[in-house]
Nanobody, 126 residues
Framework: VQLQASGGGLVQAGSSLSLSCAAS????????MGWFRQSPGKEREFVAA????????YYADSVKGRSTISRGNAKNTVYLQMNSLKPEDTAVYYC????????????????????WGQGTQVTVSS
């Protein structure tokens, strides 16, 4: 499975940005797609995830209410729409796939995810 993240960039605080993640190499069913981020000097942290089959979503408190994760019309594509961006949202954002979750229950632990994209940089200026 290959994951390709895109959509990052340099934006001003208060702006919006949409990240995309395209999966290829395998038709993924009953899996969870997630977004994580890592800021300089910090550990990678969970941002949001969606259970592909159920459509359920879960967000970190830091982005809840400002972000929306969704499935695209194209197969194996997931989006992360981020609004009201803050300088503290600056990070490299990674998409990841958890293919082993029982009943596609959303898990937030980094170690639960099996496949990772290369990351896309989001920089929010104040």
């Amino acid at each position: 499975v290959q994951l390709q993240a895109s959509g990052g960039g340099l934006v001003q605080a208060g702006s919006s940005l949409s990240l995309s993640c395209a999966a290829s190499g395998r038709t993924l069913r009953n899996y969870v797609m997630g977004w994580f981020r890592q800021s300089p000097g910090k550990e990678r942290e969970f941002v949001a995830a969606i259970s592909w089959s159920a459509g359920s979503t879960y967000y970190a408190d830091s982005v809840k209410g400002r972000s929306t994760i969704s499935r695209g019309n194209a197969k194996n594509t997931v989006y992360l729409q981020m609004n009201s961006l803050k300088p503290e949202d600056t990070a490299v954002y990674y998409c990841a796939a958890d293919v082993g979750s029982p009943l596609a229950v959303i898990r937030v632990g980094e170690s639960e995810y099996d496949y990772w994209g290369q990351g896309t940089q989001v920089t929010v200026s104040s």
